[in-house]
């Protein structure tokens, strides 16, 4: 018999009831140190005080009254966000997958509207995770997200590698985009290099071809820069941000050029909730307080502190883990033993972390996690190694 909930989760057994910053409190009154932030999503921990002041002010004032009509946060947000990076408009969604629906549909607008409807193809890359909406698999690809579900949409083309010559092969005149994560959060914590996001950009601008940048995962101050791509001196002319932008709440957007974005016109495109003026206030706090030069430094000081005595756990338990990977603090623990049973044995340490692929446990903790949550962060994950060693 089917349980009231579709099983589509492999839940570990545990019930959260309760979140003060960077812990969780189970049902049962275990606390756990959580590096996961709801998959990178809590970026200013559990019941923020900032963020709960802000989210009951706007639920005491107005919730909901669709895009029908103006809402004075979601155009606040929106200012924010174009002076703060390289786009000319933004729109508002609830998750990151939908905003992998509308970049796709916004990269083959652009096209059709200047009369070259041939070009509908995107460029994509093993390992990449864009969603699991029809469009989101369908960019991804691989057996794993896609197997059951097709006829896929198709369109796509994978790519084995980030090789740019590669690329440049592959880009033909019905390419009408590229579209790469510039750390692949799902794929294993795999930071795709700086020359590489630059070859990109280069390739897009010989060739007439938008580039896409998926930052759903890595942004919003998680790679110690607002956006990860930022490391590399480059920018996108269409980019998808969620995730960590609602710091809890369901919010997502797209942001781009006024040249990629020119053929979504009225009735092209549109959402019920996305930008609600309760998801747009608490997106609103998130930015303030994230987009200063102060908090991405100690972004920066704290990703350099936990990654250093990573290095050190990886040198004193070579049996368990392999090495250390990623930017900032989306950092990739790449293990010897099966990452199941390391995340079991963090798990039994009172100790959060996400599983990945590639063997991998990505830590992906509050931005503003305390120097001693870092202390105990380290002092479970040695727990958890030596627990192999009293296994063997």
């Not at 990886?314 to 250390?324: G, I, M």
Request: glycine share 10%.
């Amino acid at each position: 018999m089917i349980p009231s909930v579709l099983p589509t989760y492999a839940r570990a057994p545990l019930t959260f009831v309760r979140g003060e910053g960077s812990w969780l409190i189970e049902e049962s009154g275990r606390r756990y140190l959580d590096l996961g932030a709801g998959i990178a999503v809590n970026v200013l921990g559990h019941a923020n005080p900032d963020l709960t002041e802000t989210l009951k002010s706007q639920a005491e004032t107005l919730w909901h009254t669709s895009n029908l009509y103006h809402i004075p946060q979601q155009t606040l947000l929106a200012d924010k966000l174009v002076d703060a990076t390289f786009a000319d408009t933004a729109f508002f969604t609830n998750s990151g997958t939908e905003c992998c629906e509308l970049a796709v549909k916004m990269a083959r607008k652009y096209f059709f509207e200047k009369g070259q409807t041939d070009r509908t193809e995107i460029i994509a890359f093993e390992g990449a995770f864009h969603g699991r909406s029809s469009a989101g698999i369908a960019a991804a690809g691989g057996d794993k997200l896609t197997k059951g579900f097709g006829p896929l949409l198709p369109g796509f083309v994978h790519l084995e590698s980030f090789d740019i010559a590669q690329v440049a092969k592959a880009i033909t005149d019905q390419t009408a985009a590229i579209i790469i994560e510039p750390v692949q959060g799902e794929g294993g914590i795999v930071p795709v290099p700086d020359e590489t996001l630059k070859g990109l950009r280069q390739l897009a601008d010989d060739n007439g071809v938008l580039l896409i940048f998926d930052e759903v995962q890595c942004g919003v101050g998680r790679t110690g820069k607002l956006f990860a791509h930022e490391w590399a001196g480059v920018t996108p002319d269409i980019m998808m941000v969620a995730k960590g932008i609602g710091g809890g709440f369901p919010l997502g957007v797209v942001l781009a050029t006024g040249e990629a974005a020119s053929g979504m016109v009225a009735g092209s495109h549109g959402s019920t909730y996305g930008g609600n003026p309760l998801a747009c206030a608490v997106g609103n706090k998130v930015i303030d307080i994230v987009n200063t030069p102060a908090f991405l430094a100690e972004v920066v000081r704290k990703s350099g502190a936990l990654r250093q005595s990573l290095e050190g756990l990886v040198a004193t338990y070579p049996d368990v883990f392999d090495h250390v990977r990623g930017s900032g603090l989306m950092l990739g623990l790449k293990c010897v033993k099966p990452n199941a049973e390391v995340l079991q044995a963090a798990y039994d340490a009172e100790l959060l972390v996400v599983p990945a692929a590639d063997n991998v446990l990505r830590l992906l903790p509050a931005l503003n996690l305390t120097d001693d949550d870092i202390a105990d962060a380290v002092i479970k994950l040695e727990t958890a190694a030596k627990s192999f060693s009293k296994d063997s």
